[in-house]
């Protein structure tokens, strides 16, 4: 049985590209041997690297050291130590970066759909801290960053958020194919096929080995070019342009994607993106998410997959993650019931199914439902859906609302025969019993308050008659000594 477990490693990392020897950083590896990652590596100062096996003799990317972290942020770019981009000479850009100090690094999870590997690193640089969460499920053809920026600063602060990765495998030296840009946000490098007889890879072709960035978080920009220009863009700390400079052309490739953040002292931002491979030459696969309001305190959740304009049929086992607090509704599945894990509602999709999308509902507890559904998975075929997700907000059920009264009308009080009845027949044992400690202890009835006072006197005469009654006694009470001193 295939079986995929977690190990923390030491290593050097060694940079592959620019001149100079790497400075050692501790690490941590998830391993799988159901691939197709079979390894997953984050330092401590935020260097990252993948290894995606393609045919057994042929290894898909031995990435090591080739992707990154960084921040530009109050005039200082913070890098890892091994940082590999040169684009501003030597002294000019040294003095403007500044390495990552690692805080903590944690491995957690078993690499299933509910307890996916997850490596935690939290590092602090110049005026902000900086969380990222790196995910990856075994078996699927990706995995998943999170970059949450806290500033430490006294006053406003615009970080720029840079997630680099070099396009370049080990076999084919500094070369690689890149892709144009498809107007989705996502960029994508390919591998060489055959034997360079130039500079330039000259006498090769683009081959199907993939390596694809998707931002998973809105207002990223993007830029293809070879590792100069890419730390251009870096060193000068602006966001890069939505360029692809020699897109179809064998190069030393690098790719990045960028996000502006805008925080207040004190505040946090998070960005996400998802890293995709693939030995067939497959993108991921593009999903839609939409939730809309339907029936009182319920949710119908919608999942399109591919675009709008080529849609692509369902396959796999597409995966959804319900806020606290929703619940699914048994039967509402177009695509047949989920397995209900705890938040996680895994579908499975028939092989011959035709359909582009399915349907189910969500229903919201009391309180109401404020969260997001996000759907992952992959295709029957092992490509990755790109992550999606939708906002639900569902109100809390409303309360019934008391009657309030009508000025000018007199509250009714109740009446005597109700306050003073008493009840016949078995139902008078019944509500004799020992009380249920479950339900709240009813107000005791008049006629079962104890016989004293006013309460004794009057209870079975009405408050009128026993007051009545109480002066005739008082009034006799005084005349009796008067008569008694007339008669002696």
């Known amino acids: 049985m295939r079986t995929a477990h977690i190990v923390a490693v030491m290593l050097t990392v060694v940079a592959l590209i620019g001149a100079g020897t790497a400075t050692p950083a501790s690490a941590a590896t998830v391993i799988s041997d159901t691939g197709p990652l079979t390894s997953l590596t984050t330092t401590t100062d935020l260097s990252c690297g993948a290894t995606v096996s393609g045919t057994p003799d042929a290894p898909l990317f031995g990435l090591g050291a080739s992707c990154l972290t960084a921040v530009a942020a109050g005039g200082t770019l913070n890098v890892p130590a091994d940082f590999w981009l040169s684009g501003l000479a030597g002294e000019e850009a040294s003095a403007h970066q500044r390495g990552w100090s690692p805080l903590s690094q944690t491995s957690t999870g078993s690499g299933t759909q509910v307890d996916p590997f997850q490596i935690t690193t939290v590092v602090h640089g110049d005026l902000l801290q900086l969380t990222q969460v790196d995910t990856y499920v075994s078996g699927g053809s990706s995995s998943t960053t999170s970059i949450e920026v806290t500033s430490l600063a006294t006053e406003r602060l615009t970080p720029i958020v840079y997630r680099i990765a070099d396009c370049t495998r080990p076999e084919t030296g500094s070369l690689a194919y890149s892709e144009p840009p498809t107007g989705d946000g996502s960029i994508l490098c390919r591998s060489v096929e055959g034997i360079p007889t130039g500079p330039w890879g000259q006498g090769t072709t683009a081959g199907d080995d993939y390596a694809q960035l998707i931002p998973l978080t809105e207002g990223s920009r993007f830029a293809i070019d070879q590792g100069r220009g890419v730390g251009v863009s870096m060193g000068l700390q602006v966001e890069f342009m939505d360029s692809a400079t020699f897109a179809g052309h064998a190069r030393d490739h690098v790719m990045g994607l960028s996000w502006m953040l805008d925080l207040e002292p ?71 019931e989920p397995t209900n894990i705890g938040d996680l509602l895994v579908f499975t999709v028939p092989v011959e199914t035709t359909d582009t999308s399915f349907s189910f509902r969500i229903r919201a507890a009391a309180g109401g439902v404020s969260g997001a559904v996000t759907l992952s998975g992959s295709t029957m075929g092992g490509t990755d859906f790109i992550r999606a997700s939708a906002l639900v907000e569902i109100a809390p059920t409303a309360s019934p609302t008391p009657t309030a009264p009508v000025p000018g009308v007199p509250i009714a009080a109740p009446s005597a025969s109700a306050s003073t009845s008493t009840s016949v027949g078995p139902e008078a044992n019944a509500s004799d019993s020992a009380p249920d400690p479950a339900v709240p202890a009813s107000t005791p009835k008049a006629s079962a308050l104890a016989a004293t006072g006013a309460d004794g006197v009057c209870g079975g005469v009405g408050l009128v008659a026993g007051l009545l009654l109480l002066a005739l006694v008082a009034g006799a009470a005084q005349a009796w000594p008067k008569r008694s001193r007339r008669t002696s």
Do not use: K
């Open 266 to 336: 004190g505040a946090s931002s998070t960005v996400a993106l998802q890293t995709h491979y693939s030995a067939q030459g497959e993108r991921a696969v593009p999903v839609h998410v939409n939730s809309v309001p339907g029936a009182p305190g319920e949710n119908t959740v919608t999942a399109t997959f591919g675009a709008a304009d080529a849609p692509i049929a369902m396959s796999g086992a597409p995966s959804i993650r319900i806020p606290a607090g929703a619940s699914y509704v048994q039967g509402s599945s177009t695509i047949g």
